[in-house]
């Protein structure tokens, strides 16, 4: 809850300020009691190793939101185009996948 907390944020130095608050206040939490909390302190070991990248995410204002839609579009024309052995079939396969050609065959 606290991670959406910090992803809401408006400003660049909202997002520092809330990222920093989040690890102070896991950092209060006294988590190496239980085995159970060992992926969490994982997580968090994570979001401190990445916080650069984390607070730059707002400065750029860019995901890679298209790039993971292109790479599963890639990905199921893979799996549907086993066997063919010529590029341009699977580049049209890819071509039928993406396209609203469904869309178009429906509303006729």
């Given at each position: ?90 580049i049209s396969m890819?071509y039928l996948i ?11």
């Open positions: 809850e606290r991670l959406r907390w910090v992803r809401k944020a408006a400003t660049p130095q909202a997002a520092k300020w809330r990222l920093s608050n989040f690890l102070l206040c896991m950092a209060e939490t006294d988590l190496t009691r239980s085995p159970v909390l060992k992926p969490i302190i994982s997580a968090i070991e994570t979001v401190i190793r990445h916080r650069q990248a984390i607070e730059s995410r707002w400065q750029s204002g860019h995901s890679n939101a298209r790039l993971e839609g292109l790479n599963s579009i890639f990905q199921a024309a893979k799996a549907r185009a086993r066997g063919y052995r010529n590029p341009q079939t699977f890819i993406a396209s609203p050609v469904g869309n178009l065959l429906k509303s006729t």
